[in-house]
């Protein structure tokens, strides 16, 4: 790993200005995406700056329709709290099956977000769950927030602060995971906003989106059966060695219909 | 950087480069070399520690990050140093399982398997062949022993809950 500066800063404020006046700078949140790529030398910041204790970033909340997660909550923090397993515990699930228990040990929301990985399990639930992402400047519609590979809208030296989830009647994540990263070959959230459904797909192209006709088939009729000619969404597919473009194009539409085949027979 | 961290109960206070990974200061600095470096990537989990309790694996965490906290190694998880007799008891209970199960062939894996291991039993959910086998996810084991290794966690869980009553 080359060398480079590290910064604890003890506010927001302070660690974008850090950011803002180092030359080639990083954030650093749990660090499981960042730091690999350092040791391999892909990255060398100048500087790196530590989010860990900035305390907006920080805290779980359930408040009128809405669940606000902290950008600094990892993976095992999501999954075993209480809140977010009653508010929605499909998002708790989901978290429960991020890569594997150390990992989820160290991995954060917002880091996750703000890496915007192609088969990160989070961004579907973002687009399905018309989330809503605060930063230290501005917030983000969930559908202006994924740009393309590791893509997103967020600036340079922008933050995440929180993520705002909208609480639906119901919802289901299912996923087809690569067997060893545990990444998302192809992951599919279908979640129902009373009777107006929402989906949320990652894995499958350069970065998460939504399937607009799969959303119009099941909200006029919620049945796995109404995706059996729905259209996929008009992505590049991905392929590469973990799987083919032919291959992800199918199992999206079985995943949105085992998450929806999930919900129905509740 | 300074840096002040615990380990294995012991306080240290440190003078390292910025870019030093956990598992490098253990290693090189502290030579607590049974935390072992498998792919350096954090997929293998040979070099799984406890940071404050929870499993991580040193080779994605920088020393930096440790500072104030309490790190444990495999080192750290028996009877303590000066108390050891040389008997099977000095062993902590999931070591003795896996000695007794003959969960290592090579025993690379192992030290990361045990301190992941014991986070899982630590946490208290139920344990069978499943859970087991999901819980170790992050950890690979080169000689494929998975069959005993899991054997020797649920007979850890059994003495560890027996332990603690």
Same mark, same amino acid.
């Given at each position: 790993?080359?060398?480079?500066?590290?910064?604890?800063?003890?506010?927001?404020?302070?660690?974008?200005?850090?950011?803002?006046?180092?030359?080639?700078?990083?954030?650093?949140?749990?660090?499981?995406?960042?730091?690999?790529?350092?040791?391999?030398?892909?990255?060398?910041? !100048?500087? =790196?700056?530590? &989010?860990?204790? *900035?305390? +907006?970033? #920080? /805290?779980? $909340?359930?408040?009128?329709?809405?669940?606000? @997660?902290?950008?600094?909550?990892?993976?095992?923090?999501?999954?075993?709290?209480?809140?977010?397993? !009653?508010? =929605?515990?499909? &998002?708790?699930? *989901?978290? +429960?099956? #991020? /890569?594997? $228990?150390?990992?989820?040990?160290?991995?954060? @929301?917002?880091?996750?977000?703000?890496?915007?990985?192609?088969?990160?399990?989070?961004?579907?639930?973002?687009?399905?769950?018309?989330?809503?992402?605060?930063?230290?400047?501005?917030?983000?519609?969930?559908?202006?927030?994924?740009?393309?590979?590791?893509?997103?809208?967020?600036?340079?030296?922008?933050?995440?602060?929180?993520?705002?989830?909208?609480?639906?009647?119901?919802?289901?994540?299912?996923?087809?995971?690569?067997?060893?990263?545990?990444?998302?070959?192809?992951?599919?959230?279908?979640?129902?906003?009373?009777?107006?459904?929402?989906?949320?797909?990652?894995?499958?192209?350069?970065?998460?989106?939504?399937?607009?006709?799969?959303?119009?088939?099941?909200?006029?009729?919620?049945?796995?059966?109404?995706?059996?000619?729905?259209?996929?969404?008009?992505?590049?597919?991905?392929?590469?060695?973990?799987?083919?473009?032919?291959?992800?194009?199918?199992?999206?539409?079985?995943?949105?219909?085992?998450?929806?085949?999930?919900?129905?027979?509740? | 950087?300074?840096?002040?961290?615990?380990?294995?109960?012991?306080?240290?206070?440190?003078?390292?480069?910025?870019?030093?990974?956990?598992?490098?200061?253990?290693?090189?600095?502290?030579?607590?070399?049974?935390?072992?470096?498998?792919?350096?990537?954090?997929?293998?989990?040979?070099?799984?520690?406890?940071?404050?309790?929870?499993?991580?694996?040193?080779?994605?965490?920088?020393?930096?990050?440790?500072?104030?906290?309490?790190?444990?190694?495999?080192?750290?998880?028996?009877?303590?140093?000066?108390?050891?007799?040389?008997?099977?008891?000095?062993?902590?209970?999931?070591?003795?399982?896996?000695?007794?199960?003959?969960?290592?062939?090579?025993?690379?894996?192992?030290?990361?398997?045990?301190?992941?291991?014991?986070?899982?039993?630590?946490?208290?959910?139920?344990?069978?062949?499943?859970?087991?086998?999901?819980?170790?996810?992050?950890?690979?084991?080169?000689?494929?022993?998975?069959?005993?290794?899991?054997?020797?966690?649920?007979?850890?869980?059994?003495?560890?809950?027996?332990?603690?009553?």
């Amino acid at each position: 790993m080359h060398p480079f500066n590290y910064h604890k800063p003890s506010t927001l404020a302070e660690a974008v200005a850090l950011h803002q006046g180092a030359e080639d700078p990083a954030y650093l949140s749990g660090g499981h995406t960042l730091l690999p790529t350092m040791t391999q030398r892909l990255a060398a910041p !100048s500087d =790196l700056i530590d &989010l860990e204790g *900035l305390t +907006e970033l #920080i /805290g779980i $909340a359930v408040d009128n329709g809405t669940l606000s @997660i902290g950008a600094f909550t990892r993976h095992a923090e999501v999954a075993a709290s209480t809140e977010v397993q !009653s508010a =929605l515990p499909a &998002l708790a699930e *989901l978290a +429960e099956g #991020i /890569g594997d $228990a150390q990992v989820r040990n160290r991995g954060t @929301i917002g880091g996750s977000l703000a890496n915007s990985d192609p088969a990160a399990d989070y961004p579907a639930a973002v687009l399905a769950l018309n989330a809503v992402i605060h930063t230290d400047r501005r917030q983000i519609p969930a559908d202006g927030y994924f740009r393309g590979l590791f893509e997103t809208a967020l600036e340079a030296d922008e933050v995440i602060t929180r993520v705002d989830f909208a609480i639906p009647s119901r919802a289901a994540y299912e996923k087809f995971p690569n067997p060893a990263s545990r990444y998302a070959t192809v992951g599919v959230m279908v979640a129902d906003f009373n009777g107006t459904v929402r989906v949320g797909v990652t894995g499958a192209g350069p970065c998460a989106c939504r399937a607009d006709a799969f959303e119009a088939a099941l909200s006029a009729r919620f049945d796995p059966a109404a995706l059996d000619d729905a259209e996929l969404p008009a992505i590049d597919f991905n392929s590469d060695l973990h799987a083919s473009a032919e291959y992800r194009v199918h199992l999206v539409r079985v995943m949105a219909q085992r998450a929806t085949a999930r919900l129905a027979s509740l | 950087m300074n840096l002040t961290l615990t380990v294995n109960g012991a306080e240290h206070s440190l003078d390292v480069p910025a870019n030093t990974l956990l598992v490098e200061l253990l290693r090189t600095r502290l030579r607590l070399t049974g935390t072992h470096v498998g792919c350096d990537t954090s997929q293998c989990g040979a070099c799984t520690v406890h940071l404050d309790g929870c499993a991580v694996k040193a080779c994605t965490v920088l020393a930096a990050q440790a500072q104030g906290r309490s790190v444990t190694t495999i080192e750290g998880i028996g009877r303590p140093n000066g108390t050891r007799n040389g008997s099977p008891d000095d062993l902590h209970p999931m070591q003795a399982a896996f000695r007794d199960c003959h969960a290592l062939q090579c025993g690379f894996c192992t030290p990361g398997m045990i301190l992941r291991a014991m986070e899982l039993v630590e946490s208290g959910g139920t344990l069978d062949n499943r859970t087991v086998r999901e819980g170790l996810e992050g950890n690979i084991c080169r000689c494929a022993g998975y069959h005993n290794i899991v054997k020797a966690v649920l007979a850890a869980g059994d003495a560890m809950q027996e332990q603690s009553r």
